[in-house]
């Protein structure tokens, strides 16, 4: 299918719709996500359940397996389709594969009980550092560099023999900045440690060392697919013990019958995105330089992120379509709330950490003032959005800061 994909929706306010600029906590389902979905009941083995013997049942698995290849082949087959495990979503995917992972290890070498997080890791990731420490596991904070990026000499002084995991983030999932991936992998397996990256926000965004990372897990509503349904790839010479129990599906790491109709729409849609990749990024930077452009002109009062700037000094990579945006004076919750009432739907930070007191947890983490990071916003979007909308939001943002007192 051509990029532009037939039947995209402009988003647009003159028709009474929310122009939704929020893709980096969830982006609309891409058409051949929604074909995929509406085909899915039409075929006989939808009845079924894949693990049953018969032919419908047999045809229900083939689908499956479908899925499993096109996830695999995204990955350049780094990870193998038999190391792909259907999960509800992301949060799932990471819990069972950093309590699986380090349980297994934990079970062949107990000596090592080090797991490395970093500071600014989605709460998917960091609120697991207390479970852990429960566990038993000696929890250690990657700091952080203002260019944010995980401190990697931190990382080349203390990751040792007792290391089990490390846990570094594909990229940020409000500042978009790609974290130097190769070169953790490389400090963690000099050790015999293992690498886990939180991919959620990279997967087919950027181009990742697959061959270096021992397990990510990634998720469907960041790309285009379905909510609710995502993978955990584990390359299999990693370690790993069961989280759940009671089937034998999913070779016994994700027992319970799969969410096939969320697995095939996550499979043709990790399809499409990895072939249109290349197109589908020029269109998103094309966007990004006129709300850029727009935005950070002189005199708006918007200035970008420090983040941003930093990212742009020193060269540091981001994904596309993640605008951050610092205007100061103002709170930032106030902004989206007036953005809303014209119409814009845009977060502060991650979704996930709206409302916390003292502004973004990943910024803070970067150095920032809780006063800096109150007054950021993040616009995100992808290639489907119209110009049109985009400059639109732009207007609005600088006419509301004209109406709405400084703090
Ligand atoms: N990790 C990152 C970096 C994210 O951005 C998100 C979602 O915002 C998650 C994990 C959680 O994924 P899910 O919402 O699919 O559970």
Do not use: W
Not at 179 to 184: D, G, K, L, R, S
Not at 300 to 308: A, C, F, K, R, W
């Amino acid at each position: 299918m051509p990029l532009g994909e037939k039947g995209l929706r402009t988003l647009s306010n003159l028709d009474n719709h929310m122009v939704y600029l929020d893709y980096a906590a969830s982006t609309p389902l891409r058409e051949i996500a929604k074909a995929a979905l509406s085909a899915f009941y039409d075929e006989p083995y939808s009845v079924a359940n894949p693990s049953s013997l018969h032919t419908l049942g047999r045809e229900a698995s083939q689908a499956l397996e479908a899925a499993r290849k096109s996830i695999s082949q995204a990955t350049q087959n780094a990870f193998k389709p038999s190391e792909v495990t259907f999960t509800g979503g992301g949060t799932e995917a990471i819990n069972l594969t950093i309590f699986g992972i380090l349980e297994g290890l934990r079970n062949q070498n107990p000596a090592r009980t080090k797991v490395f997080i970093s500071a600014f890791e989605h709460d998917a990731v960091f609120d697991l550092i207390s479970p852990l420490k429960r566990a038993g596991f000696d929890v250690i904070t990657i700091p952080v560099t203002k260019y944010g990026l995980v401190d990697v000499a931190f990382l080349e002084k203390n990751v040792d023999e007792k290391t089990a995991l490390v846990c570094v983030m594909g990229a940020n999932n409000e500042t978009g900045i790609v974290q130097e991936i190769a070169t953790i992998a490389d400090i963690a397996h000099a050790k015999g440690a293992y690498l886990f990256c939180d991919c959620v926000q990279a997967f087919l965004k950027t181009d990742l060392p697959y061959e270096a990372i021992d397990a990510l897990a990634f998720a469907g509503h960041k790309i285009g697919g379905p909510k609710g349904v995502g993978a955990m790839l584990i390359k299999r010479d990693v370690p790993y013990a069961p989280q759940v129990f009671g089937g034998g599906q999913e070779g016994k790491r994700r027992p319970g019958t799969q969410n096939l109709p969320g697995a095939v729409a996550l499979g043709k849609t990790v399809g499409y995105v990895f072939e249109n990749n290349a197109a589908i990024e020029r269109e998103i930077e094309r966007k990004v330089a006129l709300v850029e452009d727009f935005l950070f002109a002189d005199g708006t009062g918007i200035l970008p992120s420090v983040s941003q700037v930093a990212a742009a000094k020193e060269n540091v990579k981001r994904v596309p379509g993640i605008v951050s945006a610092y205007v100061p004076g103002f709170d930032s919750g106030t902004l989206i709330l007036a953005l809303d009432a014209r119409g814009f739907a845009v977060s502060a930070a991650s979704a996930c950490t709206a409302g916390v007191a003292g502004g973004s947890r990943v910024l803070r983490a970067m150095g920032f003032s809780a006063d800096d990071a109150a007054s950021s916003l993040r616009i995100s979007f992808d290639e489907r959005v119209s110009d049109e909308d985009l400059t639109a939001f732009c207007e609005a943002l600088l006419d509301i800061m004209k109406t709405l007192p400084k703090n």
